[in-house]
């Protein structure tokens, strides 16, 4: 069985550089302008950052217009991926990373850490291994050629499984009895992340076909779709390490004791969705989304819980906030290593 080929941009053959020069401007940004950092944290409501909310429209309505919705019903008959997904994000993903959180933070970097910060550290990472993504997931899917209608399916189903999961697994993991976890954020995030983008992407879908018809469509509008996403991910990044650079760089010993064991999660969790996938006969278009579904994390949720329960300085958030300057340049990673093994799945039929 020979591997597909795929047309990749200039943009998207060098993404991961961009990803990086995104991050060290927004540090730059935030270091030249720390005042900046107060005011654009205000601009939030309930937790949820409405700047960051209009960036990821720009990154995901992009993704939503060229998803044909008609696909959906199709991948609603198709359980093996949904459960897939469900068990690797509710049954494992939360216990793999309270067991490298413990590993690490408590046994082999315990010499270096204060019990205290061990602690905050293992926490922030908890709050990240019970948050699986629900937006981003869609740029990862659409870059690695799965199957949009499918994806769509797995992150409606996930955010309203984290709805309910959410605080019950994190008081059972975080062992604590009254963890005010904030439903409202979680809401609200879900809504303005996800759900905006794909009413309008629905909408522009079906009114525009209607009008100009799908060969107008598809060659001039969609044209660009790809790069604005792509440019909106690098805009998000900056306006994120803008926020958080400054903690970043009064601690780069802990960032990088922190970003091991996450780095070990993201990949494992990934390995194990996309081995099982492959195990029980899934096509590649429907095993990415399911394997990248779990390894990525609800960024967004787990800082503001993290600040909301720990405070802005601890050692929590700071975890959280590593988990996003990790995710991207880990997920980009993931996605070359599907589409270069895509050959080794089942043909789409």
Known sequence: MGKEKYDISFFERYLTLWVFLGIITGIGLGALLPSSAGFLESLSVKGVNLPIAVLLFGMMYPIMVQIDFSEVKNAVKAPRPVLLTLIINWAVKP???????WLFMRVIFAPFLSDKMAGEYMAGMI????????????VWSYLARGFMGLTLVLVAINSLTMLVLYAPLGNFLLGVADMPIPFITIFLSIILYVGV???AGYISRT??????????YESVFLKDMGTVSKVSLLATLVYLFMLQGGVLMSSPLVVALI????????????AIGYKTARVIGLRYEDAAPAAMIGASNHFEVAIAT???LFGVRSGAALATVVGVLIEVPVMLMLVKISLRTRHRFKKKI
């Open 127 to 138: 709050l990240l291994g019970i948050a699986p993504c629900t937006a981003m997931v869609l």
């Open 95 to 101: 216990f793999t990373m309270f067991f490298f959180a």
């Open 207 to 216: 009114t525009l076909i209607k009008k100009k018809g799908i060969k107008w």
């Open 306 to 308: 993290a600040v909301t």
């Open 259 to 270: 970003a091991v064991p996450l780095f070990i999660q993201t990949v494992f969790i990934f």
């Open 197 to 199: 983008s794909l009413v």
